[in-house]
């Protein structure tokens, strides 16, 4: 990896300090909570130390270089009991500190993990169109952030903070071993040097391997939602998936596991060594210091204050190297976070966009060429229509052709390449995305279910009419959702999801309901119609899953609804759109024909053919179903 790259210095220092701000504008009293108990801690082990060493040398005796006594007689009991005094109560303090350690870390995680989420939830709620959540890359990134951003920010600072300690104690026994012997403190921290280089080499292979993994995971999940999922049981059953989808799921647990313990291997090589050298350094050192113990150089206290330096020593560099490889390796992961939630506009906003005007003269589309991808081919060619308001716009077209991303580009979900799209003659893009979409209501051909109640998902249409029972009521008569409502078991509060409950926890607690498909089309349809009064009202396959007669009944109570209002209207089932003002026909992306039902019936073109095909389907059926009820 470069500099540049995602394990890059710069992107480190930039990712740390994005962490550090989230964690410290999270609660500042509890990262200096965190901050003072890593001093506290990392100075109790060489407190210990040399509280051990004096009472040694005081039970001992104390002497200079070339006196041996091995015997004090004249014992200062006061000062031996404030040594063991103090020496309790760095004891203490030993068990103590950590517990208060994990209590405030606990307590930050937790905190930091509801801030962290707040802001990944209000970026992607932000973003004015909808290409990331198309995006592969993008995808990591989200994958990534659901993965890690919970607890990398907060762990980061305590691995900072852990370092602290460990640097304090470093220091500390550092001091200790020079007064020693400077040649050995020396050889002990060149042993750990070397551990805290390969730490962060390590670090770099294990943050490549996350990123390389992301997309095998990602795959996995999938897999796995599958074999859970209640909308793909019936399915997965029917064509016998199981055992698919679980060798799949297999095959990328095995990818990620294989590259996993390759790497565990080369960490359990280097870091093997590198305990070694560092463990044949300490007991060189011991050696030594027994050796001039011996020849009376030393106290023999010193004997004491050496183990526990060097050991503590060591630990201390260890976890400094560990905290290196773990800050290294969060701060990579968390460019994730960072560059979800900095994230631009996915579509450009005005600094000072213009007021969305109410309709009053037409809708334009000039020119609009759009693909969703450099390497992809157009989607829409050159495609130019108007639509005058109060009037309603037809678009015909076999699949593939354009139309439900014509649709987009009206909502402003995207941008077009070339051309624009104006609104009484202000390209749509000199408005704010929101505002815009204020002025329109609709119902998409992937329309979704909410797993909420019956009466939440309609009042999610026009949420300041959420809690308005009067207005849900009525979209879900137009809609013709109101009767199958009423039959649901607590009616318009009834949960639409098998796997949560209806009402009030407890023996009144009911099972959601999963409606059929026609059910939960209507529920989208009144979701729509609870904003009719938009100026704009776009409805995408209407009819979709309703048979003949809810088709019917549908189409006389939505031209109610469209009477004197701007509507577009995408359907296949051709006499839907029949009697609309100006038929669109799209062909390969680019408008083939338009007209008048009927005026496209006498030009005899692509239309007339489409509509005369499905007539004779129609006739063919009528006539089988008079031939069996004879």
Known sequence: ?????????????????????VVWSTSPLLVAGLAVTSVAAGLILPASAWLQREVVDTLVGAHGPGQHVPVQHGLDSKLLLALVVALGVTGIAAAAVPQAQQY?????????????????????????????????????????????????ASDLTASLLGMTQAVVTTVTFLISLCLLSPVLAAAIV????????????????????????????????????LLSNAAAAAEV?????????????????????????????????????????????????????????????????????????ALGLQGAMSQIAAGLGDISQAVTTFTAYTDVVDAPPDLPVPAQPRPVPPLRDKITVENVWFRYHPALPWVLRGVSLTLPAGTHLALVGRNGSGKSTLVKLLCRMYDPQRGCIRWDG????????????????????????????????????????????????????????AADIDRLPL????????????????????????LSGGQRQRVAMARALIRANRDLLIVDEPMASLDAEAEHTTNQRLAQVRAGRTCVLISHRLPTIRAADNIVVLADGAVAEQGTHDELIAADGGYAYLFRLQAAGYRGALADDQVSAR
């Open 1 to 21: 990896m470069t500099a540049a790259g995602p394990t890059g210095w710069r992107c480190r220092v930039r990712s740390a300090r994005a962490a550090a701000a």
């Open 190 to 225: 060149g042993a750990a040097c070397l551990a805290i280089w390969a730490s962060l080499v390590n670090a770099d292979k294990q943050a490549e391997l996350t990123f390389q993994n992301v997309i095998r995971s990602r795959r996995q999940q999938s897999y796995s939602s």
């Open 426 to 481: 202000t390209d749509i893009r000199e408005f704010d995305p929101a505002m815009l979409r204020e002025r329109m209501a609709g119902v998409f051909q992937d329309h979704m279910c909410y797993e909420l109640t019956a009466a939440e998902n309609i009042g999610v249409g026009d949420l300041a009419a959420l809690d308005d029972r009067d207005a849900i009521r009525h979209a879900a008569e137009l809609a013709g959702a």
């Open 491 to 514: 009616g318009y509060d009834t949960m639409l999801s098998r796997i949560y409950m209806s009402g009030p926890r407890g023996q009144n607690a009911q099972t959601g309901v999963a």
């Open 237 to 309: 059953r029917l064509f016998g998936l199981g055992a698919f989808l679980r060798g799949r799921i297999l095959v990328e647990m095995n990818a990620i596991s294989t590259s996993e313990r390759k790497l565990d291997r080369r960490l359990l090589r280097v870091e093997s060594c590198l305990g070694a050298l560092s463990s044949a350094a300490v007991g060189g050192g011991l050696v030594w210091v027994v050796t001039r113990i011996s020849a009376s150089a030393f106290p023999v206290g010193d004997v004491s204050l050496f183990i526990m330096s």
């Open 104 to 152: 405030v870390q606990a307590n930050l995680r937790r905190a930091v993990r509801v801030v962290v989420y707040d802001r990944v939830y209000q970026a992607e709620a932000s973003w004015p169109g909808i290409s990331r959540f198309e995006s592969p890359e993008f995808a990591d990134k989200l994958q990534l952030t659901g993965q890690l951003a919970q607890t990398t």
